[in-house]
């Protein structure tokens, strides 16, 4: 293991490779402790298995569909397009599947309450929402300026019995959320677990919210097998904190005629410095407890993320993409909030689906995607896209964009 341990912790669990770790407060270093010990035994045990499984089964509706998109298909070049249905999933999006395995984890481990941080809100209303089907007290911690910009989700929040804590230092965005959550925890580690939303923050999280992802590529590789006897030529997810594509990656990971490839935001273009590339333009750091890529300026001070679509809007990226990237078994490429826009319009004419703008990022890339593929496999490819939110929650953001009429209609109080 490459990734240094701090204060003589016990040896990682993840391997990716120079990215990974454990940077945390020496007060917090007790609880990533018990969760490294005690999550590897509760994944491994037959009864927790069977309660995860049970619930995903019957709360979050999985499995989801795996749906051919022909006339989508047609118009970006591709023989067949394989969509891997999230959007179908209890509360619209893959982030349940993560919040139900640590819940029952945290209960698993006598934790009373439960703390997260939220951007745009979507990782706190999936938190909020196990802790109600759980029966555990919440606080989620959210930038100041995100709870103004976000009122939707923390009235769900709310709604959902979730106390939301304002946090007002710095930007008041989700750097200073994470920092609230942060110091929740290292005042009350003993009864408190954090969950971390994306394949982030220190080990073992990054490993941990990948095995609770897993079961996304695990149900589409089989029903690719069942349904139409062969795998893919490529999955294709987007990338925010890299959550949805990991789960989706892993079950073709040992696959090598498997294209792996990630989709991040590039906002207003990557020269606006308006955007959200970690990967094309990220640099080496320390940041939510974990040595990754990271959005940071010439003297290592922290740069915002942009993108049209809230849940890429992340200036990291997880540990295990930067180390796949290295090894070079998944490639990443960028596309920009129009093209993203266009794309969901896109996949809602051809097949009556309206994707998340995080998704459609996915999408956008796939002309491009397809073109390559021919060019190296001589036919047109299969191409499987994980499907990974619906995007009713952005059509607030489509109106203020595309039409004014309903911009005016917004401003007038007529509409959220
Ligand atoms: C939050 C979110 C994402 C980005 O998060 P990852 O951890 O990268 O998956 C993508 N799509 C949807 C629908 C989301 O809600």
Redesign the pocket.
Known sequence: MSAPSPSGAPPLLADFGEFGGRYVAETLMPAVEELAREWPKAWADPDFQDSYRTILRDYVGRPTALTEAPRLAKSVGAAQLLLKREDLCHTG???INNCIGQVLLAKRLGKTRIIAETGAG??GVATATACAYFGLPCVVYMGAEDVARQALNVVRMRLLGTEVRPVHSGSATLKDAINGALRDWVANVRDTHYVI???MGPDPYPLMVRELQRVIGEEAREQALSKFGALPDAVVA????????MGIFTAFVGDPSVELIGVEATGEGIASGRHAATMAEGALGVYHGMRSLVLQSVDGQLQEAHSISA??DYPGIGPEHAHLRATGRARYLGVGDTEALEAMELLARTEGIIP?L??SHALAALPRIAGELRAKLGRDPVIMVNL??RGDKDMHTVMKVRDQGAEAMVGEGMLP
């Open positions: 999006a893959h982030k979507q990782h939303g994306s394949v987007c990338v925010g904190g890299g959550s949805n594509a849940g890429l998340a995080e998704t990974s939110g």
